[in-house]
């Protein structure tokens, strides 16, 4: 599978590791929930890690943890979804995360450029044929009114 | 008025390619009918009963010549001839080809307009005081404010995708004209107790299905962090507002349930940690106020003394001029209103041959400059009154004034069953009976000050719930019904208005107005207005006669 990151197709390298599932090995992404139950686990684990944020997760618990983390996965579970903006916004401006924040789910890729801007530095689509589009959308607007992230 | 730069002119022109590229993409099958209305609604489209409906932003109801012409050239070469003004101040084409919206924002784009979150979960087109700048109770003139509300508003990145349709409104006179009470943020411009001009911030107003009055969350905000509070306000509400269902995810909803103190302890715990890095500036401030700065006025404009003659001579202009024309802070001059009221013709609507017409008055008369108001009528604010005769004979030819301002027949009406798919019940043809069955001015003037606004379903768009008579069309087995409130107000003095009774069938609505008006007639004390009245005597006494027979 082939992702979107900082403006170039790239193979994706990780893997996410679901709630219920094993092997915690190599680079994954788990939940908030299995961060916090498998903690000591993960933090030991051989590979780098990641969190797979859903919009209702809370903002502050995220930032508890975000000094062992290499990705955040923003988990779109509709496009109309909006809180996963202001997520990304809070982890870049407030809490200074400077790794990989990934747009994943259910994302269109018209709204990368609105994406980047907040924060999001990569993107996963729901379809492998969205990649090249999302890479021209990146630069749907030259010009803008107001501050954010980018 | 503000005139585009170069960032702006490029930002409205980048909107344009991009959706002409979305459409493209639908039109081929590359993007799904789900995704395509997110993107179409945040471009003004609406898909309607029988066509799309195109939203054009009028951004707090201002509008120069050239645009008028250009909304005239749209209507006659992608529509049928005519537009239709909202209780946004905004312009709507009810027959665009969906094909050819791109070509008709491209138009639009240059002449500086454009149609950007003019629906959808989105911020809205912020409005305002259509007096703004000309008023005599006038604290500040709102509109630079408006600009620069409407700029941070405009593809903002983080709140394109809030949980429901955000809408603000400022005002900057005493007299509420912006209805400041019923939007999601209300701003007015007020002094402190040292003499410094800032906003007074409300919250969780509303109309719709849940009228809910605006609280106050900030009473004084320095103008430097205007921006940083609402950004505040906004993350907090699309962190929070509910998505689970759509008719309880507006901030009204959100306020409510957590309550205003809880809702504005996140929302001032979020602001501390903003506001130093957000300031407006007072360079900023002065840059966009000197596009708002007072047309040339000529001083000598007071010294005319033909307009006092020609309203001796002539009881028609003279009444016009009562109604249809109000005070100016300038001697010698006033702002008249461009009546869209016509007995005959749908509540808001115009043609291009009279957009043409009033774009040349326009230029002719007041300095190029056009306003809509929430009414759903239209303003040339600056007109010396030595010219207001002559704007009057060719006012009436144009069939723009209907002296009719402010009275029982200037009323608020959504498109209703004839266009909108949400609709339960008509809503024009209700209108139209209403001015048959009123068809004696003298009566209509000595009615006096009375509001009717009528929604053809709960969506309330023509804000039926704030009507000194509200109407709401409801559906009752596939028939229409009409509900009717009393007591309803937008302005200083806001209120919901008390339900009548229930709703009555459509061949019994014209007779429940009319009696209610009588009733008005026989009890009012001297000349108390309608809605002083109401508030008098509460809703019993029309009760007893509308539903007399029943």
Redesign the interface.
């Known amino acids: 599978m082939q992702i979107v990151k900082d403006n170039q197709i790239i193979d994706n390298n990780w893997r996410y590791v679901a709630d219920d599932a094993e092997p915690l090995v190599g680079d994954i992404t788990v939940s908030l929930a299995r961060w916090n139950t498998d903690n000591q686990k993960l933090r030991v684990h051989d590979g780098k890690l990641g969190l797979r944020i859903a919009p209702c997760d809370s903002v502050d618990e995220m930032a508890l943890n975000l000094r062992d983390i290499d990705l955040v996965e923003l988990d779109f579970p509709d496009f109309a979804d909006g809180r996963l903006f202001s997520h990304a916004w809070y982890l870049r401006s407030r809490f200074g995360y400077q790794g990989e924040i990934r747009a994943i789910g259910h994302f269109m890729p018209d709204q990368v450029f609105y994406l980047s801007r907040v924060g999001v530095n990569a993107f996963a689509p729901e379809k492998i044929e969205y990649l090249p589009f999302i890479i021209s959308n990146l630069n749907d607007f030259t010009v803008k009114y107001q501050n954010s992230v980018n | 008025m503000y005139q585009y730069n170069e960032?702006d002119q490029?930002?409205v022109n980048?909107?344009v390619a991009?959706f002409r590229r979305?459409t493209e993409q639908f039109l081929s099958g590359e993007?799904t009918e789900d995704?395509f209305r997110?993107?179409r609604l945040r471009n003004g489209l609406y898909v309607q009963i029988h066509a799309p409906m195109l939203r054009v932003a009028g951004p707090y109801g201002l509008f120069n010549s050239t645009q008028f012409r250009k909304l005239a050239h749209i209507a006659r070469t992608y529509d049928k001839n005519y537009c239709h003004f909202t209780t946004r101040q905004n312009v709507q084409f009810n027959w665009p080809k969906l094909e050819e919206v791109p070509d008709i924002l491209e138009e639009l784009a240059d002449v500086q307009m454009h149609a950007i979150q003019t629906s959808g979960?989105c911020m809205r087109n912020t409005t305002s005081d259509h007096l703004a700048g000309v008023c005599i109770d006038e604290i500040e003139d709102p509109r630079p404010y408006c600009e620069i509300i409407r700029?941070?508003t405009?593809?903002?990145?983080?709140?394109?995708?809030?949980?429901r349709k955000f809408k603000m409104a400022v005002s900057g006179a005493l007299h509420d004209r912006a209805a400041t009470q019923f939007h999601d943020i209300g701003l007015h411009l007020v002094k402190n107790d040292k003499g410094v001009i800032g906003f007074r911030v409300l919250v969780g107003g509303g109309l719709g299905r849940t009228p809910v009055i605006g609280q106050v969350i900030k009473p004084y905000l320095e103008k430097k962090h205007l921006?940083s509070y609402l950004e505040a306000i906004l993350?907090i509400y699309?962190?929070f507002g509910r998505?689970d269902n759509k008719y309880k995810a507006r901030i009204k909803i959100l306020v409510k349930e957590s309550g205003l103190d809880k809702f504005s302890t996140l929302v001032e715990k979020e602001w501390l940690?903003i506001r130093d890095?957000?300031e407006l500036s007072d360079a900023r401030i002065n840059a966009i106020k000197a596009q708002f700065a007072p047309p040339a006025y000529d001083n000598a404009a007071d010294k005319d003394i033909s307009f006092t003659e020609q309203q001796q001579a002539n009881k028609a202009f003279t009444t016009w001029v009562k109604f249809n024309t109000t005070v100016h802070k300038v001697a010698g001059y006033r702002a008249v209103f461009l009546s869209l009221k016509a007995p005959e013709v749908p509540p808001g609507d115009m043609t291009d041959c009279q957009l043409d017409a009033v774009a040349d008055l326009a230029d002719q008369y007041s300095f190029g400059e056009i306003r809509s108001t929430h009414r759903q009528n239209l303003i040339l604010a600056d007109v010396k009154q030595a010219d207001l005769f002559m704007l009057w004979q060719k006012l009436d030819r144009l069939n723009l004034a209907t002296p009719n301002i402010g009275t029982v027949t200037d009323m608020i009406c959504c498109p209703g069953l004839d266009f909108c798919s949400l609709a339960n019940a008509g809503s024009i043809g209700v209108a139209r009976e209403i001015n048959e069955a009123l068809d004696d001015i003298d009566y209509i003037h000595d009615i006096g000050d009375i509001k009717i606004n009528m929604s053809g379903c709960m969506n309330g768009c023509a804000h039926q719930s704030v009507g000194h008579i509200g109407i709401l069309g409801v559906d009752k087995k596939g028939s229409e019904w009409y509900q009717i409130t009393l007591g309803g107000s937008s302005e200083n003095d806001a209120a919901i208005g008390e339900r009548l009774g229930p709703a009555v069938a459509k061949d019994q609505i014209i007779n429940a107005i009319t009696t209610i008006l009588d009733v008005y007639i026989k009890n009012r004390l001297n000349d108390e207005p309608f809605l002083a009245m109401v508030n008098r005597v509460g809703v019993t006494p029309f009760k007893e006669q509308v539903y007399a027979d029943s």
């Open positions: 960032i490029t930002l980048e909107r991009q979305q993007i995704q997110a993107l979960n700029q941070w405009t593809l903002h990145p983080e709140f394109d995708y809030l949980p921006l993350r699309n962190l998505r940690l890095s957000n």
